[in-house]
């Protein structure tokens, strides 16, 4: 190793090792040693417009390479406008390290009003947060950070680093010198899986519910193969969506299959935590009397809320593997049963799709569906907002893993511009070459508002990315809760407004759809496109009004935030 380093050369080859090719950063000098040797290392350097949407970003690529996601921010009014995306990284369990450039040393004031050496503003949504003590420490750091990061519940670190380390002379690499770190994966009690294996051997109504923790831990392979040979069906939640292919017959979502959750009698639940989508495990989501197995790669997770029959402390998949041996194989018979159940959920959105509106206006169940033609099998989904969240819950099929991102569970929307960028820059850098995955972000009008500016990041990469707004000139979910409760509206009124026009000034492509004959050949044109192109659909606003009153359009529930709190106490009893 050749001696005279600076410290942007060193941690930038200790990033190397660990497979990242592209970083995001919001440009600024206090990168700047940093940024020049990421250049001449060959990395990607995606320049994001705002910390927030920096973070998004890298959080997205992390999702869909499953390495680590890297964030180059500055710290003082940097990290404060890294908050949210940073906390939407941690409750999603993405890998992905912040690196914070501060000002030197030397700068720092005794009775500073705020003191950047401390890190209070990230303690509670980080699983890490340090900085670096002196410059030849910096491999070593970005080591112990990234192993944070990676290990056991993936989610986000912070790095600070004071600027001048960045630009010291350094005699060698340090630790960046070797090998990175490797990182064990933990297997199953022999006796907890034929535990498992018993309970799912013997159930009427079996269901498996995957994650982000199956995601990562590779289990695809594993799950269709349980599905399959096993006779078990399955729903994926977020990052668990397409680890066995959504057909609808026994591989579905967890939003438009959780209705008849109720009906089963043995739950497995691989790699996700039993929080507020999941009904938190009890009724009314769940029979109280179902049994429960739970993988997950943390033990304090196991239990939480719902008193788990089957606890497994393991990788999700070594243990889904483990698991496979374990059971017969049998014909397929109850596998179906979720697809019947849902019988008439589906007649439902069927008939909402395919029924004609007044003067040619679009649903946005039909929008959903119209994606769904257009879009590859291995189309990578990100989606955001609320109302249309639901709809397209209802629409879009995920046939591949990684093949799904959003907000879940922290809800901060807007953030889905920002990881459909790192997504289509992960997309291209696994490509490597050849021809990437598409990006399909579906979002609403008032969440695309967030962070628009991220678009330009997309355009100035040259980024493969479709961009679709439904657009019903409001803050949907807000103004029907309103018109149920008050019979009127209050501060929800957005207006139909140009957002194609907003993506065009960020160098993008345009166009805006108000008739339902229209949308067809725009979708068309927009995944033609080489490049970063948004579609502005104007929708039906009437159509959110079915979310708030009928059962068979809800996707997201929040009824359980009212009843579960009775129903543990029962279970108490």
């Not at 009690?189 to 199956?214: F, Q, S, T, Y």
């Not at 374990?326 to 179906?336: C, D, G, M, T």
């Not at 990006?439 to 009008?445: A, E, Q, S, Y």
């Amino acid at each position: 190793m050749s001696a005279n380093l600076t410290g942007g050369m060193v941690v930038s080859r200790a990033l190397a090792r660990y497979g990242v090719r592209t970083v995001f950063a919001v440009a600024g000098a206090s990168h700047s040693f940093l940024l020049d040797a990421l250049e001449r290392d060959g990395f990607e350097i995606i320049s994001s417009r705002h910390e927030s949407g920096c973070v998004g970003a890298a959080d997205g690529y992390a999702r869909v390479t499953g390495k680590l996601g890297v964030a180059l921010i500055i710290a003082d009014q940097g990290t404060p406008n890294a908050i949210n995306g940073i906390a939407t990284a941690f409750h999603a369990c993405a890998p992905v390290l912040v690196l914070i450039a501060r000002l030197p040393n030397s700068w720092t004031e005794a009775e500073s009003e705020y003191d950047s050496a401390k890190h209070p503003l990230v303690d509670s949504i980080t699983k890490w947060a340090r900085t670096v003590p002196a410059a030849e420490r910096l491999a070593e750091y970005v080591d112990t950070a990234a192993k944070r990061a990676l290990a056991g519940r993936r989610g986000p670190t912070v790095l600070q680093v004071p600027q001048e380390y960045l630009q010291a002379t350094l005699p060698n690499a340090g630790s960046a010198a070797q090998a990175a770190p490797q990182l064990s994966r933990a297997a199953a009690d022999p006796a907890a899986i034929e535990a498992a294996a018993a309970l799912l051997a013997a159930a009427r109504r079996p269901l498996l519910i995957v994650g982000a923790g199956a995601c990562y831990g590779a289990a695809g392979a594993t799950l269709r193969t349980l599905v399959d040979a096993c006779d078990l069906p399955i729903a994926g939640n977020g990052l668990g969506r397409g680890l066995v292919a959504e057909d609808w017959e026994r591989s579905f979502n967890w939003p438009i299959m959780q209705l008849v959750a109720k009906e089963a009698d043995v739950v497995c639940v691989i790699g996700a935590r039993l929080k507020q989508r999941l009904g938190y495990g009890l009724p009314p989501r769940f029979a109280a009397d179902a049994k429960f197995i739970q993988i997950d790669v943390e033990a304090e997770e196991l239990s939480r809320n719902r008193r788990i029959d089957v606890p497994i402390a393991a990788d999700a998949g070594l243990a889904c593997a483990q698991l496979l041996a374990a059971l017969p194989r049998r014909p397929l018979e109850r596998s179906f049963w979720i697809r019947d159940a849902l019988r008439e959920r589906f007649a439902y959105l069927d008939a909402l799709a395919n029924t004609p509106l007044a003067n040619d206006a679009i649903h946005p169940l039909a929008l959903g569906r119209r994606i769904a033609q257009c879009a590859p099998d291995d189309a990578i989904f990100v989606g955001d907002g609320a109302d249309i969240q639901t709809w397209m819950y209802g629409a879009l099929r995920v046939r591949q893993a990684p093949g799904f991102l959003d907000h879940y569970p922290m809800g901060a929307m807007g953030t889905g511009t920002p990881l459909a960028v790192g997504a289509a820059a992960a997309a291209r850098e696994l490509a490597n070459g050849g021809t990437p995955r598409t990006v399909v972000l579906t979002t609403g009008d008032g969440s695309f508002g967030f962070y628009p500016a991220e678009l330009h990041a997309a355009a100035r990469a040259g980024l493969k990315l479709v961009c679709v707004i439904g657009n019903d000139g409001a803050w949907g979910t807000e103004l029907h809760g309103q018109m149920h409760a008050l019979a009127r509206t209050v501060n929800t009124e957005l207006g139909y407004l140009h957002y194609e026009k907003v993506a065009e000034g960020f160098g993008c492509r345009g166009e805006r759809v108000e008739r339902l004959a229209e949308l067809g050949p725009a979708l068309q044109r927009a995944f033609a496109h080489d490049g970063p192109s948004v579609v502005n659909v104007l929708i039906d606003r009437d159509a959110g009004a079915a979310i708030k009153k009928n059962p068979l359009a809800q996707m997201i529930m929040f009824d359980d935030l009212a009843t579960n709190l009775k129903a543990q106490h029962a279970f108490a009893g």
